[in-house]
């Protein structure tokens, strides 16, 4: 419940604390002292969007705070989903700057406004007049029959279970947007498989091909100059091999008598050994190197298809085709088996569809069954508010496809009169009639939807006398279930709280102030005569409000 409202430098209000209790708390005061502004700022620490005009002329920043007690609500799931700190006493807290700049604040950790109205709608219940419109609106009368069904645990169920099958229709249409996508490339793919395929590439090709072709485009140069190396090395005459056998040979011979000499003359014949084996390595080169000009055409045509192939996808070197060549391969496997994976997320719709709607009819049953003594409750409460003739009732048509809600629409259709046919309930009510037919809406559903706290902001409109009176019984018989707080013009309403506020204008030096004060019941007395008789409260209308509050 809402235990108290605190409002700082909000529109005409520049400090205002209220403190609220259980039961049912009304709120009066002239047309203009402010009570709209109250509930505006009420509405911000629920999660309505704010507006920096709100802002009272001259201050840079207000604050609305609002305190609450929840033990009894079954809020620490939320609270521990959001990682905020659960207490008793929940505090909400708005903070409005000149800038446009605001904060949101729940027991002191900032939130998101949209995770603030989602705990304000667990909080409180505002029905204004433009709420009367929500007659019109399917999903508000569905709601009402769920609240009378009782349906909530079916609800959740089939909520997550439509969910999931939703999740798997949403897969098996993108499933069929990438098959019909691919198989419109699936030709093209093969095409250039086929064509990286019949090239049957290997790693490291390229290089050994090019280095290849470079040999045998310059045979001639390299047997030259092998021949000559070979030559130099060891040719007739004076060569290098045989003075450096010379060499080697004295150095063993004079090594013999000199010992010192050992480690050169091994230096010298190691040396004689390895241009010994670069001579012969350089013959066997030159025994290999030859020009061959079939070889040469068909290392080029390899090479021309390897660029060809690279030029083709943008590529450089023969590993990334062949990776390229994997990955079309790959691709088109998937595309093969996408055929299984339809006919497979198929079947899993077709179930999940199956349940859905095994589900839904199971929910309409259920609300169905409860229709009848919904119209019967809401026909005998209607009467009690002095529409006797009232006819309603709750007309049920199923959807083509099941939504988030089930399979069901439901339509209020509402006659006032013996003799009028029934028809839809925003098509023929009056504004009195409607706003009574939504309060014994509201007073029915009141403890199926234990919400702490409900306000009703001049539902009265278009009542009063003894349906003013009764309107006001019932809000006082809903304020046995949960706090009700009234704000009204009719003294009957008036009469019937627990608690009683006056909100008022204040005139000040250079402005005008809202302010709010609790009435004694001296004072009570007062303002119900002066809502009977008007400005000048008559000996007759003290008398009358004595009658009312005694009663």
């Not at 929940?90 to 900032?110: H, K, M, Q, Y």
């Not at 179930?351 to 859905?356: G, I």
Request: aromatic share 6%.
């Amino acid at each position: 419940m809402l235990r108290s409202l605190s409002i700082q430098n909000y529109a005409l209000i520049d400090s205002l604390h209220i403190a609220f209790d259980s039961g049912f708390s009304v709120i009066t005061g002239e047309t203009g002292a402010g009570k709209s502004i109250i509930l505006g700022a009420l509405s911000l620490i629920l999660g309505q969007r704010a507006d920096a005009r709100h802002i009272k002329q001259g201050e840079n920043k207000c604050i609305i705070e609002g305190v609450f007690d929840i033990p009894s609500y079954d809020l620490e799931p939320l609270f521990l989903d959001n990682d905020w700190t659960y207490d008793e006493e929940c505090i909400l807290r708005r903070e409005i700057w000149a800038t446009g700049r605001s904060r949101a604040f729940v027991n002191d950790s900032p939130v998101y406004l949209n995770d603030l109205k989602s705990l304000g709608d667990r909080l409180i219940d505002i029905h204004s007049q433009h709420r009367n419109l929500a007659l019109q609106d399917n999903l508000f009368q569905l709601s009402v029959v769920d609240a009378m069904a009782g349906t909530e645990k079916e609800r959740k169920e089939y909520l997550d279970t439509y969910n999931l099958y939703r999740a798997s229709e949403k897969a098996l249409s993108e499933l069929r947007l990438r098959a019909r996508a691919n198989k419109e490339e699936e030709d093209y793919l093969r095409f250039q498989l086929e064509a990286l395929q019949e090239a049957s590439l290997q790693d490291e090709e390229q290089e050994l091909l090019e280095e290849e072709l470079k040999a045998m485009t310059h045979a001639e140069e390299i047997k030259t100059g092998l021949y000559e190396v070979t030559t130099l090395l060891s040719g007739e005459g004076e060569s290098a091999e045989s003075l450096l056998r010379s060499a080697a040979d004295i150095l063993i011979r004079v090594q013999r008598v000199y010992p010192k000499l050992e480690e050169l003359a091994n230096r010298v014949e190691a040396a004689y050994i390895d241009m010994k084996d670069a001579r012969e390595e350089a013959a066997r080169y030159f025994e290999e190197v030859d020009f061959d000009p079939a070889r040469q055409q068909i290392v080029e045509e390899r090479l021309s298809t390897i660029y060809g192939l690279q030029k083709k996808h943008s590529v450089q070197t023969v590993e990334e085709l062949i990776a390229l060549r994997d990955k079309i391969a790959e691709q088109l496997q998937g595309i093969d088996s996408l055929d299984e994976q339809l006919a497979s997320l198929e079947k899993e719709v077709a179930e999940k569809r199956s349940t859905v709607l095994t589900m839904a009819e199971a929910l309409g049953k259920k609300r169905r069954a409860a229709a009848p003594s919904l119209e019967k409750q809401l026909m005998e409460r209607l009467a009690y508010v002095r529409m006797p003739n009232t006819r309603f009732q709750c007309q049920f048509t199923v959807k083509k496809e099941p939504d988030s809600t089930g399979n069901d629409t439901v339509q209020f259709v509402f006659s006032a009169n013996k003799n009028t046919p029934l028809q839809p309930v925003a098509e023929i009510a009056s504004g009195g009639e409607i706003s009574r037919l939504m309060l014994c809406l509201k007073a029915m559903i009141a403890g199926a939807t234990a919400l702490p706290t409900i306000i009703f902001d001049e539902i009265d409109t278009g009542t009063s006398g003894e349906v003013a009176d009764r309107v006001g019984a019932i809000m006082k018989e809903m304020s046995r279930e949960m706090q009700v707080i009234g704000i009204s013009h009719l003294p009957q309403i008036a009469s019937k709280g627990d608690a009683h506020f006056v909100v008022y204008k204040e005139e000040q030096v250079e402005s005008v102030a809202t302010r709010v004060k609790v009435l004694t019941p001296e004072e009570r007395v007062e303002e119900i005569a002066r809502m009977l008789s008007g400005a000048e409260v008559t000996s007759e209308a003290i008398e009358n409000a004595r009658v009312m509050l005694e009663g």
